[in-house]
């Protein structure tokens, strides 16, 4: 038996880019990200949706993308964790992550940037409860959440311009 | 808060060296590297929990198209009696072998049997499942309990506990500890509290996978890059599964996807390497979440029946410890920890304990954070809050009549140096969560923890540019931002700019042997190789400005990153600029068997609510309180702290693992294997206390292993006060505890 060769080609728009790629018609997004566009920031942890750390933004919208075919992205727009940062620019969620430690081994932080990215953009002002709700679909092992969700909280305050809550 | 020192870096929440990879997506781990030209390596695995393989033909994959490669476990040496590592760290490859892949025999469903490699993923995939595996299936039995009954299904009938050959059982180890005369001091206690509580089996539940790529050239040259805590072990452990010399094996480290113990071994390694050579390719293989959770080693299992008793005026003065737990289908040697550390937080000059461990047809036990602590600790905790309750004490103070402090003597016949127990327990006893009033229908609770730690092999080298900036490397992988602790100790010592100091981790044939990050021993260990070499590099400097002044080396000091000599002085940058000239390139290494080890503490505070109708459990306020010894990087302490606490819960509250009567595991992923997300949790307050380890350079002690050693009892405690219910077996999930409350309204 031979490796099928019945790959499509998809356009997307990844991280403000078109870019085309093959993927076969039964291959998720995450893994077309990881092999065909080594955008290797989006981590593959269960490839059931039940841990977060494939998290990107489908045309804005926050999506486990292990639980996206990659022919679903045709036409569509796709953010991934390598594309948050502007202009070597760190998003706010990712500079206060760093300021509050709020990531150890880091494995589930693109999932928790782009995540709280998809929170902050639609919610400037979210209550604890609120980032922790938002959050709960994606698995931590390393901090407790603890300084995660204070670092969120603490980008949601300096993207208002105001002071940290 | 009593740390010594005044320390200009050491102390500091810089920001985390490799922290800017991981929050953009750059940093490459286990799954993230490509060979070129690689294939993709599949694992085939056990449908039976207890088995005789009769047959394997590969013939049927061999044939198809794009495979190149199989192997089974006839292509790796016969473990024999051969025993790696020592001490503590001491593994038998009989116990180490048969989880990379059995031989003749599986103990455990999903259990390696045979492996291809083809030119997909999906052709590896489908290539294993046409691998033909003739079984002669076995009784199974996954119940320790069941496991030690007359007629049990023997799963190793060639291993005798007790040194003597007579009927094999299923008992894996028997180890008792004695101090005093336990028997004769009960008589002289005026309480007596013995309780049994049972913890489930449990996964470490790392998010990573388990991932590697490995390549054998022509020549006989291994190359490997996978995640783990430890590549020397990496290193060691595949040499001895495979049979290649251990010299010809590099192992490159990736980031690591958390570990907390289960990543210490090797699962896919040597039978990436066995495919490579097979061939001709380099093989990448990455593990399935549900093959993580059915085969590689979780936590044990745990009963342990704890018997105290003390006097009226809270008094310790008798312990019994009988502490049984479930060692899976090979030896994780879990039963010494209960044995000699259960009675560790209490002056006790007459206890007896035991640990026994059981062979179940369960994936071999492997550690996991302050390894079998937890599981002896629930019940002794509880215990002892029984204990004062019933001598109508505060539980705190009843701990601070009988913590162990500086002098004692431990169960292994040891002396504790300068400990700070005593200095946890005040203050958690002070803290505002303690002195609040609790919320209506919220209880309480409160237990302390121990650890032993690590010292263990550490290496550091240093190499300095001609611009004057720091290489760093070690050999111990970061998984909780140690390389932000290297360099603030590196930087501590040549007084030079944080900016200027490049921590790295770097492959077994670039620095020198490292063992595993683990038994908290990184900061520590490796800290302390870290050190040794900046002073080396101090000492080297100094010589050289002493030559360039034509001085005695001895009259020449170091401070704020330069060398002094009366109204003279050179800095690093102009010493390192003139290097090839005065002496040849900088570098220094240093390597070490830490002897710095110690002990360390927590005290945990946990409010919790118990919803009446459906059992549920709310943690609303949790606070750690933990020695340190001395934070090196007070983040990533708390980070610890939380994180183990937060581990912790999840075990308390809804972890186990869950086992059909043919041994298949029922909950092998994350949504039913349930581990704590963002919105089940509080805030985790934190006080970190400062007890500085006199065997220490900088005063550190271990930080990672305690938080996970009290939780399970401060969250047990807190559920019973809140629903006035005692439940013996954890997890203290809703429908336990539903269950629990409508029996005690009933009754």
Known sequence: MSTPLNRMPVQATVNGEPRVFLANPGQVLAEVLRDELELTGTKIGCNTGDCGACSVLLNGRLVCSCLVLAAEAEGQSVQTVEGVAEGGVLHPVQQKLLEHGGLQCGVCTPGVVIAAKALLDTNPDPTEEQVRYWLAGNLCRCTGYDKIVRAVLDAAGELRGGSAS | ?747
């Open chain 2, 1 to 747: 808060m009593n740390a010594q020192q005044e320390f200009q870096f050491v102390g500091s929440r810089s920001i985390r060296p490799d922290g800017l990879d991981k929050v953009t997506g750059r940093a490459r781990y286990g799954a993230d590297l490509n060979m070129q030209g690689q294939i993709y390596g599949h694992i085939v695995r056990s449908p039976h929990a207890h088995a005789l393989i009769t047959h394997i033909d590969c013939s049927e994959a061999l044939a198809m198209q794009g495979v190149l490669a199989v192997m089974t476990g006839a292509d790796l040496p016969e473990p024999g009696n051969r025993v790696l590592g020592s001490g503590e760290g001491a593994i038998a490859l009989r116990d180490l072998s048969p989880m990379v892949m059995s031989q003749g025999k599986v103990l455990f469903h999903s259990q390696p049997v045979a492996a291809v490699a083809a030119t997909t993923p999906e052709l590896a995939a489908r290539a294993a499942a046409a691998v033909t595996v003739t079984y002669e299936t076995l009784p199974v039995v996954t119940d320790m309990h069941q496991a030690l009954t007359d007629g049990a299904p023997i799963l190793h009938d060639d291993r005798f506990p007790d040194g003597q050959p007579k009927e094999p059982t299923n008992l894996a180890a028997h180890i008792t500890a004695q101090v005093g005369e336990p028997d004769v001091a009960f008589e002289g206690a005026d309480v007596v509290v013995e309780r049994t509580y049972s913890v489930p089996m449990c996964h470490q539940g790392y998010i990573e996978p388990q991932a590697c790529v490995a390549r054998m050239d022509g020549a006989g040259q291994v190359d490997v890059w996978c995640c783990t805590q430890g590549h020397f072990t990496v290193r060691g452990y595949t040499a001895a599964v495979t049979g290649i010399d251990e010299g010809n094996i590099r192992v490159t480290p990736s980031e690591i996807g958390g570990g907390f113990g289960g990543k210490t071994t090797v699962y896919l390694e040597p039978v990436a390497i066995i495919l490579s050579k097979k061939s001709g390719r380099p093989v990448k293989m990455v593990m399935d979440r549900g093959d993580v959770f059915r085969s590689t080693g979780p936590a044990p299992g745990a009963e342990t029946r704890v018997k105290l008793g003390a006097t009226r005026a809270g008094k310790l003065v008798a312990a019994e410890v009988d502490c049984l737990l479930d060692s899976g289908a090979y030896n994780g040697n879990p039963a010494g920890i209960p044995a000699f550390l259960a009675t560790a937080c209490y002056k006790l000059t007459d206890a007896r304990s035991t640990g026994r461990s059981v062979y179940t047809n369960r994936p071999k036990i492997h550690a996991y954070r302050a390894p079998s602590m937890p599981q002896a600790t629930l019940a002794f905790e509880l215990v002892i809050n029984e204990l004062a309750a019933a001598i109508d004490m505060d539980p705190i103070e009843f701990r601070l009549l009988n913590a162990v402090e500086e002098g004692d003597i431990t169960m292994m016949g040891s002396r504790y140096n300068r400990i700070g127990l005593r200095e946890c327990l005040e203050a958690a006893r002070d803290h505002p969560h303690y002195q609040s009033a609790l919320e209506t229908g919220t209880g309480r609770g409160v237990a302390a923890g121990y650890w032993i730690n690590a010292g263990l092999q550490s290496s550091a080298t240093l190499n300095v540019t001609g611009d004057g900036h720091v290489a760093v490397l070690t050999g111990s992988p970061d998984i909780g931002g140690s390389r932000a602790s290297m360099a603030l100790m590196a930087a501590e010592v040549l007084g030079i700019p944080l900016e200027r100091i490049h921590p790295q981790v770097v492959a077994t044939d670039a620095v020198g042997h490292c063992d595993v990050t683990g038994g908290s021993r990184t900061t520590l260990a490796t800290g302390q190789a870290v050190i040794q070499a900046a002073e080396q590099l101090v000492a080297e400097l100094c010589r050289r400005a002493a030559t360039d002044w034509q001085v005695e080396p001895e009259s020449v000091t170091w401070s704020g990153g330069a060398a002094h000599h009366e109204d003279k002085s050179m800095d690093f940058e102009a010493l390192a600029r003139r290097a090839g000239s005065m002496g040849g390139p900088l570098t220094v290494s240093s390597s070490l068997t830490s002897a710095s080890a110690a002990p360390a503490f927590g005290v945990h505070l946990c409010d919790a609510e118990v919803d009446k109708e459906t059992g549920r459990t709310t943690v609303t306020r949790y606070t750690a309180i933990q020695d340190a010894g001395k934070a090196i990087h007070p983040d990533y302490v708390e980070g610890q702290m939380q994180g183990g606490a937060v581990q912790g819960i999840g075990w308390a509250l809804n972890e186990e693992y869950l086992y059909d009567d043919q041994g298949v595991l029922q909950n092998p992923g994350f949504l039913d294997y349930r581990i704590p997300v963002a919105s089940d949790l509080p805030r985790i307050d934190t006080v970190i206390v400062e007890v500085a380890n006199p065997l220490h350079p900088f005063g550190v002690r271990g930080v990672g292993e305690v938080p996970i050693v009290p939780p399970m009892a401060a969250v047990a405690q807190a559920v019973f006060n809140a629903a006035n219910i005692r439940v013996m077996d954890l997890p203290l999930n809703p429908p336990k505890l539903a269950k629990a409350l409508m029996s005690s309204e009933t009754s």
